[in-house]
């Protein structure tokens, strides 16, 4: 029975006396059978769109360690794609997008309703793994937050401040919340579509929230959130959401509240004695370990998992990391976290 699945129980808020755990960028080039197949799709970017092989490298984490939910495996820059951007990875660099600059870039882009004809593989993924999990593993799905999402495509690129982003919607509020709409309805009908296809949590990440101040953020974090959470609730109302607005200090407090998230994921950047005042009293967190501690181990660690799961232990709790994983993690440090969260 779905209802019995931990993940979902912590969502609907139940306390639970161990919290379950999965980890954010759990399939990744830290582990050697990801970068095996990895090499077998050829790019990133194949990888993702090969449906067998995405939920191959989805399951390898499942297999290797357990983990109490699974998250489908593709990237927040499909969805730009799907709506006519150009996307590519650089090696060791990062992600490349033909830019929005002008209202000519933006209306190039292609409507909402038209992203199914890119992300049906991810569909096809989606219905892959819900075949193949075992039944007590959580099928995450999930999509970039507008404001996140939007800051790539304006820049073409990753940028340490999301400049050319915080610039646009500076100087051309107007066509900066062109962008902003169409991601929103564009977040939407994907993450309806992965629902149906069998997704029974949907994640929104906004990695950069952190960098809009003020009443930037209520507008540009908030609201979309909101809006999106509201249509999803709508169509799918049994289907939990967590939102993840990094950086966001202590705006994680009456996020849930503001948005409608069933679980507000929070960083590193506050502790989580604080989170438990400041946000649990609204239901279910989700975080928080530094991720620096899947490189380092040891003592700190150990010291450091029984620190979070204890200052949360009053409430709903999903154990998970700050950020995700890097790729110079040890897989012995991963096994190491899980046994503490699971023996403590
Ligand atoms: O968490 C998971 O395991 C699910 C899959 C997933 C990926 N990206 C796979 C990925 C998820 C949920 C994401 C989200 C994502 N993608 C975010 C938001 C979360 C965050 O980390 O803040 C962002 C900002 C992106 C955009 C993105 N994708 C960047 C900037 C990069 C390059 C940086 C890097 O780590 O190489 C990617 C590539 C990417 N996405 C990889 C993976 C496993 C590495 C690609 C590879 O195999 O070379």
């Given amino acids: 029975m779905a209802e019995q ?5 912590a969502l609907a808020g139940e306390t639970l006396p161990t ?3 999965w980890m954010m960028r759990q399939a990744g080039r830290y582990l050697p059978e990801y970068r095996a197949t990895r090499a077998q799709a050829g790019d990133f970017l194949s990888l993702c769109y ?3 092989l995405a939920a191959e490298v989805t399951l390898q984490p499942i297999r290797r360690y357990g983990f109490d939910a699974s998250i489908l495996f593709a990237d927040i820059l499909l969805l730009p794609q799907a709506l006519g951007a150009d996307l590519w990875f650089v090696t060791g660099e990062g992600p490349r997008l033909s830019t929005i600059q002008s209202q000519a870039d933006f209306d190039v882009l292609k409507p909402a309703d038209a992203v199914h004809d890119t992300l049906s593989p991810i569909y096809e993924t989606v219905r892959i793994l819900r075949r193949e999990l075992p039944a007590e593993t959580t099928l995450i799905g999930f999509a970039g937050a507008p404001w996140t999402v939007a800051t790539y495509m304006i820049a073409g690129r990753g940028t340490p401040d999301q ?8 100087e051309n509020p107007d066509l900066f ?12 009908t994907y993450l309806s579509e992965q629902i149906k296809a069998g997704a029974e949590v949907v994640k929104l990440f906004d990695s950069w929230a952190g ?8 507008r540009y974090a908030v609201e979309p959130t909101k809006r999106i959470i509201a249509a999803l609730k709508d169509m799918h109302p049994n289907t939990p959401i967590i939102a993840f607005p990094r950086g966001a200090g202590e705006r994680y407090e009456g996020f849930a509240q503001a948005t409608g998230a069933d679980c507000v994921a929070f960083d590193d950047g506050v502790t989580a004695a604080w989170a438990a005042q400041h946000v649990q009293k609204d239901g279910c967190v989700q975080g928080n ?6 490189v380092t181990g040891g003592d700190a660690l150990v010291a450091e998992t029984r620190a979070i799961v ?3 232990r009053g409430g709903p709790h999903i154990f998970n990391l700050g950020h995700g994983i890097t790729p110079d993690a040890d897989p012995e440090n991963v096994q190491l976290m899980i046994d503490t969260v699971r023996g403590h």
């Fill in 163 to 170: 400049g050319p982003a915080h610039a646009l919607k500076d």
């Fill in 5 to 9: 699945k931990t993940i979902l129980r």
């Fill in 19 to 21: 919290p379950p755990i």
């Fill in 289 to 294: 370990l530094k991720s620096s501690h899947m």
């Fill in 50 to 52: 090969n449906s067998e």
């Fill in 211 to 218: 960098s809009l101040k003020g009443a930037d953020f209520e």
């Fill in 177 to 188: 919340g062109q962008v902003i709409d169409r991601l929103v309805e564009g977040t939407i």
């Fill in 310 to 312: 204890d200052a949360l």
